[in-house]
């Protein structure tokens, strides 16, 4: 008698959807985007204006961010994946009021938390996709995240230059609270620990078991290679143009302005994807893998005229955009249900690994070279994906009937 008086919202666990993630993503975003132009340049200046150690600094950040990510299924394995999502937030709450005391340590060690909790977060949040959200729904759900995410990247970063310029603290507090209401949200959502795919029992299997099963599949591979020189071109975009700017004597808000500008793209991410559609998974991602290295190579020249950088730049932006809202469907539509978990850490990787190739690459080509010439290099690699891109199988990304949808 008295279970008929429990409503149903309380008797039974609400079904995540497609809004849902795109709500999470969206505040995940108003974080993020506060601070993303602010990180270039607060570690410029707790390093003494050093653009090579800057580059140093990420490259040890990437490579950090990397392992532990890959650690993550494997804690997993003995921490129920709610409390690994915390945990992931917490790192955000930490890192934060480090980033406040600031200084030439504590500056790099807020950023590695911070980059530690993106990680975390979005290992987790990939894999809650893949048990809630069906195979044909995944690009209608990558397009409704970015369209949800619009504002804040949009806004995010020149208002967060602007109340860093006000009074230093103020972002990082606002980060803390954006932090405190997406944990509020994801548990108010229930998602749990996921789906569980019922298999042979075994012992929990070392970080590097399920990285030999990656290898071992060619349409997974090739999937997070687009996503990691996606990422490298926002990397060199969001870390260099910042400081290109200063050294032409443009300015510290140009660069933030052009961010914020060009993520109001978003927007556009349902014709991005309804454009992809016309055209076919395949020759899309080749058209714009090919536009943005044009871009990053025409920025090269912004040594002659600076302006001309800043304007390339923006324009490649449109085309990273377009490669957010479906260069990511190759490698989730691959992947095997019984290795979501694993696999969502391998491709959450691709951030960690482009935070080590970036300013890595950087790095050396600023030994010879000015900041230009990294934008050459990033053009390089955006156009070796093109032939990668052209082993896509012709049909991967149309609509298709319930048999024809098999896993990798």
Not at 53 to 67: E, M, N
Not at 280 to 308: D, E, N, S, Y
Not at 316 to 325: G, I, K, P
Request: charged share 10%.
């Amino acid at each position: 008698m008295f279970s008929r008086n429990i409503p149903d919202i309380l008797r039974h666990a609400r079904i995540p959807g497609v809004k849902g993630f795109a709500v999470l993503n969206g505040i995940e975003a108003s974080l993020r985007g506060l601070l993303v132009s602010i990180w270039p340049l607060v570690l410029y200046r707790a390093l003494s204006d050093d653009a090579a150690a800057v580059s140093l600094y990420y490259f040890g950040i990437g490579v950090s961010s990397l392992f532990f990510g890959l650690m993550v299924p494997w804690i997993g394995r003995f921490l129920p994946r709610r409390w690994v999502y915390t945990a992931g937030v917490g790192f955000y709450l930490i890192g934060c009021p480090l980033a406040i005391l600031g200084g030439p340590v504590l500056t790099p060690l807020a950023l590695l938390l911070t980059s530690l909790a993106t990680v975390t977060v979005s290992i987790c949040t990939n894999a809650y996709v893949m048990d809630y959200i069906a195979r044909h729904d995944l690009g209608r759900g990558e397009s409704l995240k970015m369209i949800y995410a619009a504002v804040s990247w949009a806004a995010g970063p020149v208002i967060g230059v602007m109340l860093w310029k006000y009074w230093e603290p103020l972002p990082f507090l606002a980060a803390m609270g954006f932090a405190a209401l997406l944990l509020a949200t994801f548990w108010y959502m229930r998602l749990g620990n996921g789906k569980l795919i019922t298999r042979a029992r075994a012992p929990a299997p070392n970080p590097l078991a399920y990285l030999a099963r990656f290898f071992r599949q060619p349409r997974l591979i090739a999937g997070w290679l687009f996503a990691v020189l996606r990422s490298s071109g926002w990397w060199v975009y969001i870390v260099y143009l910042p400081i290109f700017c200063i050294e032409a004597g443009l300015g510290d808000q140009v660069a933030s302005a052009a961010f914020s500008v060009s993520n109001t793209f978003l927007f556009l991410s349902p014709l991005m994807l309804r454009w992809m559609q016309r055209r076919g998974l395949k020759r899309a991602i080749r058209i714009t893998f090919a536009a943005c290295a044009a871009c990053f190579l025409l920025a090269a020249f912004g040594q002659v005229w600076p302006p001309l950088a800043v304007i390339a730049l923006f324009t490649s932006s449109l085309f990273l955009v377009m490669l957010d809202a479906f260069g990511s469907l190759p490698f989730l539509m691959a992947v095997r249900p019984a290795e979501r978990t694993e696999m969502s850490a391998v491709y959450s990787s691709y951030r960690d690994v482009s935070g080590i190739l970036s300013p890595g690459v950087a790095w050396l080509v600023l030994l010879a070279l000015p900041i230009t010439g990294v934008f050459a290099a990033c053009a390089g690699g955006l156009a070796s994906m093109i032939a990668l891109a052209g082993r896509i199988h012709p049909r991967l990304g149309e609509p298709r009937g319930a048999k024809s949808e098999q896993p990798a």
